[in-house]
Nanobody, 128 residues
Framework: QVQLVESGGGLVQAGGSLRLSCAAS????????MGWFRQAPGKEREFVGG????????YYEDSVKGRFIISRDRAKNAVYLQMNSLKPEDTALYYC?????????????????????WGQGTQVTVSS
């Protein structure tokens, strides 16, 4: 079992920055990929980006590429989502998720059912 807790959400003006954190606990050695997802009101949950837990390679959805940066600190069992140049359309509930599926491809990592563990979410609101 893996437990995840997000933090760092809040209200920010357009153009501003926020850094989300995701603290992992439990059987973290089983994690293969950590993903960030978001869900805006009335919309489906969507993939934002992910990071290989051991290798540290990253992958981003086009809508956030160049603005968001995912990093991880395995010593602290933490993953971060640095969000820059925020736009009102980035407003959503942001979730971190852990997949223990070895060999998960980046194309597959976009699918939320590939992740067995989820945090409770943290709200990000970007005002115009």
């Amino acid at each position: 079992q893996v437990q995840l807790v997000e933090s760092g959400g809040g209200l920010v003006q357009a153009g501003g920055s926020l850094r989300l954190s995701c603290a992992a606990s439990g059987r973290t050695s089983s994690i293969y990929v950590m993903g960030w997802f978001r869900q805006a009101p009335g919309k489906e949950r969507e993939f934002v980006g992910g990071i290989g837990w051991y290798i540290g390679n990253t992958y981003y959805e086009d809508s956030v590429k160049g603005r968001f940066i995912i990093s991880r600190d395995r010593a602290k069992n933490a993953v971060y989502l640095q969000m820059n140049s925020l736009k009102p359309e980035d407003t959503a509930l942001y979730y971190c998720a852990a997949s223990t599926e070895t060999g998960l491809s980046w194309s597959a990592s976009k699918l939320d059912f590939r992740y067995g563990y989820w945090g409770q979410g943290t709200q990000v609101t970007v005002s115009s």
